[in-house]
């Protein structure tokens, strides 16, 4: 079965990091752009943070740009989003997300308006809830 597993989430003070993981089961990362999304309740999901597995190049929402960080392990073949200064905002289900880099850019990728309408974006895994709290 093709699909991410995310891992790592958690409730954490405002200012507080996380880092989460998201381990691609049945494929490869290679060649493909990989994101991370997020859903909060009552809200359509939007793209956080994108990476090109074939030059590394990244992209960021605004609303966390300068906070969090995209990075891949091709050897662990795992995706991990740091998440430093963490706001109530940023409270959400994380998911990971591929799709072929010759189908798109980074940007692209996490500027999708539906994107789990996009039939080229998946694997999509069950997600991780990260609630950011005092």
């Known amino acids: 079965q093709v699909q991410f597993v995310e891992s790592g989430g958690g409730l954490v003070q405002p200012g507080g990091s996380l880092r989460l993981s998201c381990a691609a089961s049945g494929f490869r990362l290679d060649y493909y752009g990989l994101g991370w999304f997020r859903q909060a309740p009552g809200k359509e999901p939007e793209g956080v943070a994108c990476i090109s597995d074939t030059d590394s190049s990244t992209y960021y929402a605004d609303s966390v740009r300068g906070r969090f960080t995209i990075s891949e392990d091709n050897a662990r073949n795992t995706v991990y989003l740091q998440m430093n200064s963490l706001k109530p905002e940023d409270t959400a289900t994380y998911y990971c997300?591929?799709?072929?880099?010759?189908?798109?850019?980074?940007?692209?990728?996490?500027?999708?308006?539906?994107?789990?309408?996009?039939?080229?974006?998946?694997?999509w895994g069950q997600g991780t809830l990260v609630t950011v709290s005092s």
């Open positions: 997300a591929r799709k072929h880099i010759a189908l798109t850019t980074v940007q692209g990728m996490c500027s999708l308006a539906s994107p789990k309408e996009d039939k080229d974006l998946d694997a």
